[in-house]
């Protein structure tokens, strides 16, 4: 008798359950249904031209597909001073508006100071440095990190990119003479690696010319696609929320354990925090100034944020920089009357040029050396977007006021290739940025390396490491396409990344100069 009233019981409780969980079933479908119908409402509400999203990817069908660079460029529209997007279910808007992008990147710099990319509190490393980081963090780092990149610390770094670059165009002649043909990505990215290393982290490295060292190993580990890595990035790029949810980085976290062994070795080999430093000899040495000074003024200075700053830089500097550099000289391959204005222009000083002792300030007043960089970097710029997160509710215009939180984004690339600000955009075009051309470019319409607080802080030693490589090789080589190989604007970028790259290997020949 106990037995069937326990099982009714059962019974009656099992029937109770089911019916909870049915209605909680359609209580949730109905919330998701409410919700979504919001979502995919949201900008028509708001008179934004938009596209339909997806209903789990919203806008990021093109992922794997295309990269995100190209994507935003196909999606420019001058016409429209905006539009909207998806990242899931989160609204985002992309600003095609010169006018706007200042707005968003100088005049309201201080509600608008945040990235929306970002790694998690599992990631220390990628978190913390001045690429992804966020206040109250990148405000101190920054006003720490700036004063390294002022024109007299870059004059400490000079001999480093003079000895690699004049081992560069050895690696060439070595490369032409046993294979006939060089990797443009893989020999330049093997020569920032050097120099960003020994800059970074004070490491002396071969990379140049051997290909190989333990630093290049890592930096290799960089440059590999995996679908482990492609969703990593895509949740610090699109949902940084997941981060921690599924514990990503934005670095290897093998990679992680290296730079950390890394710099608190050199660290200790050079005296530790305690010994005083005189003339810092790299970044590394600013670093430890920053930490002294902290210590003095009884600020708190992890060590992880120190070393999250030098693994930044030596993220930022080895592959958009050996990325530009390729871009570069494969445009010129292609170009000859350019590339002989630039050696015309380099002549007079190829004395200096092949001096161990070369002042590369001197290469500042190569116009059209100066002028080659610009226009690839319009071409090819690092990232086809600045992204920026609102602390507030923002007001674009008269016509749109966006909610707290939502990322904004300057298409850097679609004005790249407007033809009302570049005419024939296609086109690689130097004379664009000589200085009586280049006070008439609209402003705002050109931005590879950002503008406003978040602007790229390394940008003079990106520039200053270009100008070097291209100099040397351009006084001893005259740069030829390869025959069969692709015209620059058929060259395939990467899809399955989110940066600008090339997505094949590029060639080219380099012959020596007789005079």
Same mark, same amino acid.
């Given at each position: 008798?106990?037995?069937?009233?326990?099982?009714?019981?059962?019974?009656?409780?099992?029937?109770?359950?089911?019916?909870?969980?049915?209605?909680?079933?359609?209580?949730?479908?109905?919330?998701?249904?409410?919700?979504?119908?919001?979502?995919?409402?949201?900008?028509?509400?708001?008179?934004?031209?938009?596209?339909?999203?997806?209903?789990?990817?919203?806008?990021?069908?093109?992922?794997?597909?295309?990269?995100?660079?190209?994507?935003?460029?196909?999606?420019?529209?001058?016409?429209?001073?905006?539009?909207?997007?998806?990242?899931?279910?989160?609204?985002?808007?992309?600003?095609?508006?010169?006018?706007?992008?200042?707005?968003?990147?100088?005049?309201?710099?201080?509600?608008?100071?945040?990235?929306?990319?970002?790694?998690?509190?599992?990631?220390?490393?990628?978190?913390?440095?001045?690429?992804?980081?966020?206040?109250?963090?990148?405000?101190?780092?920054?006003?720490?990190?700036?004063?390294?990149?002022?024109?007299?610390?870059?004059?400490?770094?000079?001999?480093?990119?003079?000895?690699?670059?004049?081992?560069?165009?050895?690696?060439?002649?070595?490369?032409?003479?046993?294979?006939?043909?060089?990797?443009?990505?893989?020999?330049?990215?093997?020569?920032?690696?050097?120099?960003?290393?020994?800059?970074?982290?004070?490491?002396?490295?071969?990379?140049?010319?051997?290909?190989?060292?333990?630093?290049?190993?890592?930096?290799?580990?960089?440059?590999?696609?995996?679908?482990?890595?492609?969703?990593?990035?895509?949740?610090?790029?699109?949902?940084?929320?997941?981060?921690?949810?599924?514990?990503?980085?934005?670095?290897?976290?093998?990679?992680?354990?290296?730079?950390?062994?890394?710099?608190?070795?050199?660290?200790?080999?050079?005296?530790?925090?305690?010994?005083?430093?005189?003339?810092?000899?790299?970044?590394?040495?600013?670093?430890?100034?920053?930490?002294?000074?902290?210590?003095?003024?009884?600020?708190?200075?992890?060590?992880?944020?120190?070393?999250?700053?030098?693994?930044?830089?030596?993220?930022?500097?080895?592959?958009?920089?050996?990325?530009?550099?390729?871009?570069?000289?494969?445009?010129?391959?292609?170009?000859?009357?350019?590339?002989?204005?630039?050696?015309?222009?380099?002549?007079?000083?190829?004395?200096?040029?092949?001096?161990?002792?070369?002042?590369?300030?001197?290469?500042?007043?190569?116009?059209?050396?100066?002028?080659?960089?610009?226009?690839?970097?319009?071409?090819?710029?690092?990232?086809?977007?600045?992204?920026?997160?609102?602390?507030?509710? !923002? /007001? %674009?215009?008269?016509?749109?006021?966006? +909610?707290?939180?939502?990322? #904004?984004? &300057?298409?850097?690339? $679609?004005?790249?290739?407007?033809?009302?600000?570049?005419?024939?955009?296609?086109?690689?075009?130097?004379?664009?940025?000589?200085?009586?051309?280049?006070?008439?470019?609209?402003?705002?319409?050109?931005?590879?390396?950002?503008?406003?607080?978040?602007?790229?802080?390394?940008?003079?030693?990106?520039?200053?490491?270009?100008?070097?490589?291209?100099?040397?090789?351009?006084?001893? !080589? /005259? %740069?030829?396409?390869?025959?069969?190989? +692709?015209?620059?604007?058929? #060259?395939? &970028?990467?899809?399955? $990344?989110?940066?600008?790259?090339?997505?094949?290997?590029?060639?080219?020949?380099?012959?020596?100069?007789?005079?």
């Amino acid at each position: 008798m106990a037995r069937d009233e326990s099982g009714l019981w059962a019974s009656v409780y099992f029937q109770v359950f089911l019916k909870l969980f049915i209605c909680a079933l359609v209580f949730g479908f109905l919330w998701l249904l409410k919700k979504w119908h919001r979502t995919k409402n949201f900008w028509k509400n708001r008179n934004v031209r938009s596209s339909p999203p997806h209903p789990v990817l919203g806008s990021l069908r093109f992922l794997l597909r295309q990269n995100p660079g190209l994507w935003m460029r196909d999606n420019y529209d001058r016409r429209d001073p905006y539009f909207g997007v998806w990242w899931f279910w989160r609204p985002a808007l992309v600003i095609n508006s010169p006018e706007i992008a200042r707005q968003v990147l100088i005049r309201d710099a201080g509600i608008l100071r945040d990235r929306f990319l970002s790694s998690g509190k599992s990631d220390p490393i990628g978190s913390l440095n001045l690429f992804l980081g966020n206040d109250p963090i990148w405000s101190l780092m920054r006003r720490h990190v700036s004063p390294m990149f002022t024109s007299s610390k870059l004059k400490i770094f000079q001999r480093h990119l003079v000895s690699k670059s004049k081992d560069l165009v050895r690696r060439i002649g070595i490369e032409m003479e046993t294979d006939k043909r060089v990797n443009l990505r893989v020999m330049f990215t093997d020569y920032t690696t050097d120099v960003v290393g020994i800059v970074a982290f004070g490491v002396e490295s071969d990379a140049t010319l051997s290909g190989e060292s333990a630093l290049r190993k890592i930096t290799k580990g960089f440059m590999k696609f995996s679908y482990i890595r492609g969703l990593a990035w895509a949740c610090i790029f699109f949902c940084p929320e997941l981060v921690d949810v599924f514990g990503f980085s934005f670095f290897p976290k093998s990679a992680i354990e290296y730079f950390r062994y890394i710099f608190k070795a050199v660290v200790k080999q050079r005296g530790g925090y305690e010994t005083e430093i005189g003339q810092t000899r790299d970044f590394l040495d600013a670093l430890r100034k920053v930490k002294q000074d902290c210590i003095k003024n009884n600020e708190d200075m992890p060590e992880d944020v120190l070393i999250a700053q030098a693994v930044a830089f030596l993220q930022g500097g080895f592959d958009t920089t050996g990325t530009a550099l390729s871009f570069c000289v494969y445009e010129l391959a292609y170009h000859p009357t350019v590339q002989d204005k630039i050696y015309n222009e380099l002549k007079p000083i190829k004395d200096q040029i092949l001096d161990d002792d070369f002042n590369l300030d001197v290469l500042n007043q190569m116009n059209y050396l100066k002028c080659a960089l610009k226009e690839s970097i319009r071409k090819y710029p690092p990232m086809g977007w600045i992204d920026r997160v609102a602390s507030t509710d !923002y /007001k %674009i215009n008269e016509n749109l006021t966006v +909610p707290a939180g939502t990322p #904004i984004y &300057v298409n850097s690339i $679609g004005m790249h290739y407007d033809p009302e600000y570049f005419p024939d955009p296609f086109k690689f075009d130097p004379e664009r940025f000589l200085p009586e051309n280049e006070k008439n470019i609209k402003p705002y319409t050109y931005l590879p390396f950002g503008e406003g607080p978040r602007a790229c802080v390394g940008r003079r030693f990106a520039e200053q490491n270009v100008y070097c490589v291209l100099a040397n090789i351009l006084i001893n !080589y /005259k %740069i030829v396409p390869k025959p069969g190989a +692709p015209l620059p604007r058929d #060259i395939q &970028v990467e899809k399955k $990344g989110l940066f600008f790259i090339p997505g094949e290997n590029l060639y080219v020949d380099f012959i020596p100069r007789n005079n």
